[in-house]
């Protein structure tokens, strides 16, 4: 096992001999994750970080990555840790539960293990179980479709439905898809919304104007925008398919992807091979991702899996027509701005759905959809809020119980 403290500016750590914390100390959480890239559940955990009461609550983190990740050094700035353990790879279960046990040897001071990643939350689980902890299993993804590797990460994760103290999902179908519907159903599991800050993403003319300005896109041509990783489950070849119709419709349109992922270059090939490459932006990883919705007129999500997905409610904060696949679950559809489409379809009939919205688009009145969002309960302060409180009150009872 290996500790990255070397690395960590954060407070001074609690005793690792002692499982309980006193009223000077700052309680912390432990989420467990593989890597704080950028991705839908790291960017959620990150706005609950920069959002809760850091003198309440603090968080520290295990990965599975020796490399310096997105986040980390922003982690570090607010007071967090970070921890990394070998990735469980299938064939190493005994070794990577030592390390996990090993860890917790060491650092059973968290009053709740938050666990967000899906095989081998298992074995974290029981390793924390050993000294007391609190548990809290996390799904953030449903309607993975059937494949060897999907099989074996359902047998992998099984177990951890009948092991956690807590349950929580992005969405009631990411519940029922990873700990079951008896979980999905019961008093233990709780919907979590992935809270942004809605105020943030709210619209803003100025900033529409200086990202265009900046990228070369003209006042009136058409943007279609799409954020997530640049991985299979995005579909993005299909984006292009979809992109490359609309380009026969009207010749201004741009397409902006923002993301990195193992699929880039062939995404840039494919691009290429459609002749979209010169009108077809590839921004990789951005920070103003706020300012590249407003800049736009659509964000399009073909997506063949998700949870659910943080850039459709940013999205819609800002403003912004979507139109996604009916792979989402309905509950990102939290204004009227989404259009669900099948993925049966032809990419020509979503262009001819993606221009007919761009063409209603004119009159609409974008910066009354960030309270909208809000008041649907996506704010991620009324999230940090309840968190919050969870965490001291069921590791509490937790604890006194165990008394």
């Known amino acids: ?59 520290d983190f295990l990965v599975n990555e020796q490399r310096e990740c997105d986040y980390d050094k922003e982690i570090r700035s607010l007071g967090g840790n970070i921890y990394s353990i070998p990735r469980f790879t299938g064939s190493n279960i005994f070794s990577f539960y030592s390390a996990c046990k090993s860890f917790f040897l060491l650092h059973h001071e968290y009053i709740a293990v938050h666990i967000h990643i899906g095989s081998s939350a298992a074995l974290v689980i029981k390793a924390a179980k050993l000294f007391n902890l609190y548990t809290i299993a996390h799904s953030h993804a449903c309607h993975f479709p ?30 029922i898809d990873r700990f079951g519907a008896s979980v999905a159903s019961g008093n233990r599991f709780r919907v979590i919304s992935n809270g ?12 529409r104007n200086r990202i265009r300005t900046s990228l070369g896109i003209n006042a009136d041509a058409p943007v279609l925008i799409h954020v997530g990783r640049l991985s299979p489950e995005k579909n993005h070849r299909f984006l ?109 009939k979503w262009a001819e759905h993606i221009i007919e919205i761009l063409s209603e688009n004119q009159t609409r009145e974008r910066a009354r959809y960030a309270n909208l969002v809000a008041e649907a309960g996506f704010d991620i302060q009324r999230t940090a809020e309840f968190l919050s409180q969870f965490y001291l009150s069921h590791s509490l009872g937790s604890r006194l119980s165990q008394n």
């Open 1 to 59: 096992m290996t500790e990255r403290i070397e690395k960590m500016h954060g407070p001074t750590r609690a005793s690792a001999c002692d499982n309980a914390f006193t009223s000077s100390e700052v309680p912390r959480v432990l989420h467990v994750i593989g890597a704080m890239d950028r991705g839908g559940a790291e960017t959620f955990i990150m706005n609950l970080y920069r959002t809760i009461d850091r003198k309440v609550i603090q968080f």
């Open 196 to 207: 942004i800050p809605t105020e943030s993403f709210k619209y803003n003319k100025d900033a």
């Open 240 to 348: 292009l398919d979809i992109f490359r119709c609309i380009k026969q419709i009207n010749t201004e349109a741009t397409l902006l992807i923002v993301g990195r992922g193992p699929l880039e270059s062939d995404l840039k090939q494919y691009a290429k091979l459609l002749e979209v490459d010169e009108s077809t932006l590839f921004l990789g990883i951005r920070n103003d991702v706020q300012d590249l919705l407003c800049a736009s007129d659509i964000f399009v999500f073909p997506s063949t899996s998700e949870g659910l997905a943080i850039a459709v409610i940013e999205s819609q904060a800002a403003g912004l027509s979507c139109v996604v696949s009916s792979e989402l679950p309905e509950e990102s559809s939290v204004t009227n701005l989404v259009s669900r489409l099948s993925l049966n379809i032809s990419p020509e």
């Open 146 to 175: 059937l494949s060897p590797s999907e099989l074996a990460f359902r047998a992998a994760s099984y177990p951890t439905r009948f092991l956690a103290d807590y349950y929580f999902a992005c969405s009631q179908q990411a519940g």
